[in-house]
DNA sequence: CATCGCGCTTAAAACGATTCAATAAACCGA
DNA sequence: TCGGTTTATTGAATCGTTTTAAGCGCGATG
């Protein structure tokens, strides 16, 4: 069974080709098998996978045998079947990027981290969207097995997620690693920033300023950044002497909905206001209730600045437009979304070397972004 | 006893195992074949496959055998390998989602309108970010057809690209659709927002609002959307008689970064503002230009929409969040997203039965959605 | 002279599914 | 009893790779 040469494997190249709304498969002949280099190379379809793999063997590979291969599968357009090649090595280079809710602007620049690193390290990813519903969640989860993804990312800002589920994925030896969400135990790495350090600056910054009559709209209670960003700043009053006032402290209630944080601030800062509460300053969960607490002032006629200073958290991309453009404690997003690739890349390779491997917990700096939104205190309404 | 995700056979979830930051596989007998499911049920895996898949043979199925193989499967946890499967078929029920510049707001609802879509026909999406880059386009687009992608999906809200390298994808008879842009002849589908209609809507909201001295910062030149805009704009304004004051039109200058609108607009406006021009209403050719505007009105102590009123065009997420909130000409993002996802379905049905399929243009239409930032232009300045 | 090593290449067996042609059993009318 | 359907199941080929162990020709070694 050796038939001379292959039929089919003759692509026309003209480009002259005009198919005027309509498209229709030239023919079968299409796909350029491993075998058709071989055949057009002259050598065995082991030798041509060594060789265009660079696989170990090829150091034992004559020069000329190497560059007729290579050329060979240039001149045809040879492109390696991916599922073929997965089956066989049981690698196949995709891995698992699961959004717990990509509506939310947190997402965006972590995405473009993990789909960088990613792509530097000829991984593909593989996009599963939660929509904040644990069984979507779960399906997805459950398609991504099914792919035989080498990791899982979790990009869980604001969620519940009984991350239980993720031990499917522990289980099967697939990395797991978390990006703003952490499980108690070492269960699964995760990547954060240091809420504590940023509740801290936020406050700083605002004492540095002048300000005393500081409000407070927390983060919701299921949040894991709810606690920490809280207690940097409880932790910088004492340390400055600053008297927290409890009843200027206010608390986001539990919601699933990402931009809720807009809504909640707005209508926490309206019952502030309603109260007659006095402040020079506010501190905000995140960048979104921040600029709902801007809506609240500015619609009760209070600028910002000017009267009243507000200080948000993230540094989404809308901060740095919305006017008055935000100040912000800021989470290096980007990195964060590449941190994670570089923990669960550590873990597929300890996984192929069938080593363990360590969960990890990174933990980002956060950074002060000055902006328009707050300025030192003004001398009417400093002291009371 | 029903876990979320089938657990395995009979792992022993002995709780008393610590493992203090290291995890191990379990061992290799993880992977539960068809040959497994096949012999735990006492059948073959030829049977086994086509009740699973309710394959046409099915039919002929008995339901005793049915109920066996399917209770074997669900018990040992069977789970299809992909690759496998893909590998045999010659379908990999994944679709390439390629972003221009995933960083542009335009892009999220977008995202979340594709990967809702292609879920519910269980495709997945494997994406892809250009990052603005030819090369990246290029390389990214290789990567997807090695993975063998049934169809392509791209985002090209503000961009260049060459779109003459998707032609690898007709010749492989891969159907194609792009979001945002469309190319000179039918060569691949396309949905867009009708962009004419978008800018008949914003100046018609102005001109009611009885605006008459108004400003206009147009789009880049190479932006696909900018001309139509345009042109709504003038033919409304004919329509009514209302006089264009070229002194007061500007454009913005070409360039690649998606935020590049928001400097843009802040610069253009302030240009126009030292040359003391005046004007009571600014159409701005997106919501970032838009921003950029009232930042730099702001700035000059003009106040929006008391003094000048500003309109947007895309109703991007920040837009409801800005203080004041931007009236802005919507496009229906996330249809956008299932109406691409449909016409590649399409397309990939048709090439599976050999079908030629018709390349599509669809045009949404836009929607007003008045907000805060505009408004009856004010007595002092009405009229000149 | 047999044996070995060396340098280069390949035959053939996986990988885990799908699919088609083939078979076996059961039923049915003539 | 026999051919002919219909029902129910399966053997074996196949998809396009990777990988392991082996093959081959040949000069060197014992």
Redesign the pocket.
């Known amino acids: 069974m050796s038939p001379p040469l292959q039929s089919e494997p003759k692509v026309p190249d003209d480009a002259g080709h005009r198919d005027g709304g309509v498209k229709r498969a030239s023919s079968k002949g299409i ?5 058709d280099v071989a055949q057009a190379s ?9 060789v ?2 660079n ?1 170990p ?1 090829a150091q ?3 020069p ?2 190497k560059k007729k291969i290579e050329e060979a599968a240039r001149k045809l357009g ?4 991916a ?3 997965f ?4 690698r196949t280079h995709s891995v698992g990027v699961m959004l717990i809710d990509i509506t939310d602007p947190f997402c965006t620049p972590i995405l473009r981290g993990i789909e960088n690193s990613l792509y530097q390290a000829s991984y593909a990813p593989i996009l599963a969207d939660a929509h904040n519903q644990k069984n979507r969640f779960e399906r997805a989860l459950e398609m991504l097995l099914e792919r035989h993804v080498e990791a899982l990312i979790v990009v869980a800002n604001w969620t519940f997620v009984d991350i239980h589920v993720l031990a499917d994925f522990n289980k099967r030896n697939i990395p797991v690693a978390t990006i703003g969400w952490d499980l108690p135990g070492d269960t699964v790495s995760s990547v954060m920033v240091d809420n504590e350090a940023g509740g801290r600056l936020a406050l700083e910054h605002l004492h540095k300023l002048g300000h005393r009559k500081i409000a407070f709209i927390r983060g919701p209670r299921m949040l894991i950044d709810s606690a920490p960003r809280w207690k940097g700043i409880q932790k910088f009053a004492s340390s400055v002497g600053h008297e927290i006032d409890q009843t200027l402290v206010t608390q986001l209630p539990d919601g699933l909905d990402p931009s809720s944080g807009f809504d909640g601030g707005f209508r926490l800062t309206e019952e502030l206001l309603q109260k007659r509460k006095k402040f020079t300053a506010l501190v905000a969960f995140d960048d979104l209730t921040a600029l709902g607490a801007i809506r609240a002032l500015t619609k009760a006629g209070i600028k910002v600045p000017d009267q009243c200073s507000v200080a948000g958290f993230d540094d989404v991309a809308l901060s740095a437009m919305s006017s008055p453009s935000l100040t912000t404690v800021r989470q290096p997003l980007e990195t964060m979304g590449n941190l994670a690739v570089n923990v669960i890349l550590e873990g597929i390779t300890a996984s192929q070397e069938k080593r363990d491997w360590t969960i990890s917990h990174q933990r980002t700096s956060p950074e002060l972004v000055i902006r328009e939104s707050t300025r030192a205190v003004s001398l009417s309404s400093s002291d009371d």
């Open positions: 796909t350029v098998t491993m075998r002259g050598f065995s379809p082991a030798t041509v996978s060594i265009l793999n696989a063997l034992y590979i004559a000329a045998t040879y492109r390696p079947n599922m073929a090649r089956l066989r090595s049981k």
